[in-house]
């Protein structure tokens, strides 16, 4: 059986979701088998096809562990869905910290259990150990902000020879001189930013494009998030934000048809709530002006494990982009970067997102 190696970049509660995914539906489980997936199959890959060889992180906690046991060290909070995980013989390796880890952590971890005991690891020694493990992919899962660190495995990745899949908002498939770096290398890219599978940006461009296509003028909208997971506690710091409000804003004004104003739109995480852990809560408005020119308002509240539901998009972009390389096709894949990210080079509205993306399973021509 053909198996979809790839190495992780951040061992987090999004990594965790996503390696308890893939040994949940690993076929064995009668109720588990398709509960939550947008596809059982992609080409001829499923879930528990993928596999993870490489990982790096810098947290003392989990450095030095095999990945199946890192994902369940602090900080990470997310739901253990899956009782049974299997070992995965990838070690957690020491990564480079950069600009992955904000200033403002060390407030909240007096013992900077967050950075590890030993020295960074090389550029050298991070590309020799994609090329030893035979990684075909690289997923990123730094902290929002990561700009630097995102660009430094970009990098490594394309210097190892690994296809990009980049889930968080640090601009690389939807920057051109990235895209064409993949694109040389004939090495398939996925990005920017992972929307969720039933996320706060989703049912938002859902509610506008609604009000778009029924006549009603949106006038104002909001939407505001918090989560006590520590991708909300790295945001605290207001300076990391600004390709995240990017991403999510862009996201929502790109269905909208004329753009709202910017005082007219506020769209980002708002606050850090420890207890609520891994849960976020998400609170939407909609003000709009319908027929008559009579108002109307929608208020929506959403409260969603977080990470499990960015794994549930994850784990079809990594098929997405093996198909693309056992295809022989490089540079930014649009379909999939339309409907699994954010902040893709190409937006589409969904629907036509979800229909250029099948067509490139079924294996018609990528546009």
């Given at each position: 059986?053909?198996?979809?190696?790839?190495?992780?970049?951040?061992?987090?509660?999004?990594?965790?979701?996503?390696?308890?995914?893939?040994?949940?539906?690993?076929?064995?489980?009668?109720?588990?088998?398709?509960?939550?997936?947008?596809?059982?199959?992609?080409?001829?890959?499923?879930?528990?096809d993928?596999?993870?060889?490489a990982?790096?992180?810098?947290?003392?906690?989990?450095?030095?562990l095999?990945?199946?046991?890192?994902?369940?060290?602090p900080?990470?909070?997310?739901k253990?869905?899956?009782?049974?995980?299997?070992?995965?013989?990838?070690?957690?390796?020491?990564?480079?910290?950069?600009?992955?880890?904000?200033?403002?952590?060390?407030?909240?971890?007096?013992?900077?259990?967050?950075?590890?005991?030993?020295?960074?690891?090389?550029?050298?020694?991070?590309?020799?150990?994609?090329?030893?493990?035979?990684?075909?992919?690289?997923?990123?899962?730094?902290?929002?902000?990561?700009?630097?660190?995102?660009?430094?495995?970009?990098?490594?990745?394309?210097?190892?020879?690994?296809?990009?899949?980049?889930?968080?908002?640090?601009?690389?498939?939807?920057?051109?001189?990235?895209?064409?770096?993949?694109?040389?290398?004939?090495?398939?890219?996925?990005?920017?930013?992972?929307?969720?599978?039933?996320?706060?940006?989703?049912?938002?461009?859902?509610?506008?494009?609604?009000?778009?296509?029924?006549?009603?003028?949106?006038?104002?909208?909001?939407?505001?998030?918090?989560?006590?997971?520590?991708?909300?506690?790295?945001?605290?710091?207001?300076?990391?934000?600004?390709?995240?409000?990017?991403?999510?804003?862009?996201?929502?004004?790109?269905?909208?048809?004329d753009?709202?104003?910017?005082e007219n739109?506020?769209?980002?995480?708002?606050?850090?709530?420890?207890?609520?852990?891994?849960?976020?809560?998400?609170?939407?408005r909609?003000?709009?002006?319908?027929?008559?020119?009579?108002?109307?308002?929608?208020?929506?509240?959403?409260?969603?494990?977080?990470?499990?539901?960015?794994?549930?998009?994850?784990?079809?972009?990594?098929?997405?982009?093996?198909?693309?390389?056992?295809?022989?096709?490089?540079?930014?894949?649009?379909?999939?970067?339309?409907?699994?990210?954010?902040?893709?080079?190409?937006?589409?509205?969904?629907?036509?997102?979800?229909?250029?993306?099948?067509?490139?399973?079924?294996?018609?021509?990528?546009?």
């Open positions: 059986m053909r198996k979809i190696r790839i190495a992780i970049v951040g061992v987090g509660n999004c990594a965790s979701s996503l390696v308890q995914g893939i040994n949940f539906y690993d076929g064995s489980s009668a109720d588990g088998t398709t509960i939550g997936l947008m596809h059982r199959q992609i080409g001829s890959y499923r879930p528990s993928i596999e993870v060889v990982a790096f992180d810098i947290d003392r906690r989990k450095v030095g095999d990945v199946s046991k890192a994902i369940f060290s900080p990470n909070c997310t253990a869905f899956c009782e049974k995980i299997k070992l995965t013989g990838a070690i957690v390796k020491m990564g480079c910290v950069l600009d992955g880890y904000a200033p403002h952590m060390s407030d909240q971890d007096p013992l900077r259990t967050f950075l590890p005991l030993e020295k960074e690891s090389t550029r050298e020694e991070i590309i020799a150990e994609l090329k030893n493990s035979s990684a075909e992919l690289m997923i990123n899962y730094l902290p929002v902000g990561s700009e630097q660190a995102t660009r430094f495995y970009a990098g490594c990745a394309l210097e190892a020879g690994l296809g990009f899949v980049n889930n968080i908002p640090v601009f690389i498939a939807s920057d051109p001189r990235w895209s064409k770096r993949f694109a040389d290398r004939n090495l398939p890219l996925i990005g920017d930013d992972i929307k969720a599978q039933m996320g706060a940006t989703i049912l938002h461009r859902m509610l506008v494009d609604l009000f778009r296509k029924r006549g009603v003028k949106l006038v104002r909208t909001y939407q505001l998030n918090t989560g006590g997971n520590t991708d909300f506690l790295n945001m605290l710091n207001r300076a990391r934000l600004a390709s995240k409000k990017t991403s999510k804003t862009e996201a929502v004004q790109s269905v909208i048809g753009r709202l104003a910017d739109i506020h769209i980002g995480p708002s606050d850090y709530v420890p207890w609520q852990l891994d849960n976020k809560v998400a609170f939407i909609v003000e709009g002006r319908l027929f008559g020119d009579v108002p109307m308002e929608i208020d929506v509240k959403l409260s969603v494990e977080d990470s499990p539901n960015s794994a549930g998009v994850a784990i079809d972009a990594i098929r997405c982009c093996k198909l693309a390389l056992d295809r022989g096709i490089g540079g930014v894949l649009h379909s999939a970067s339309a409907f699994f990210s954010k902040h893709p080079p190409v937006q589409m509205t969904d629907d036509e997102a979800y229909r250029c993306v099948e067509q490139f399973i079924r294996g018609e021509r990528e546009s």
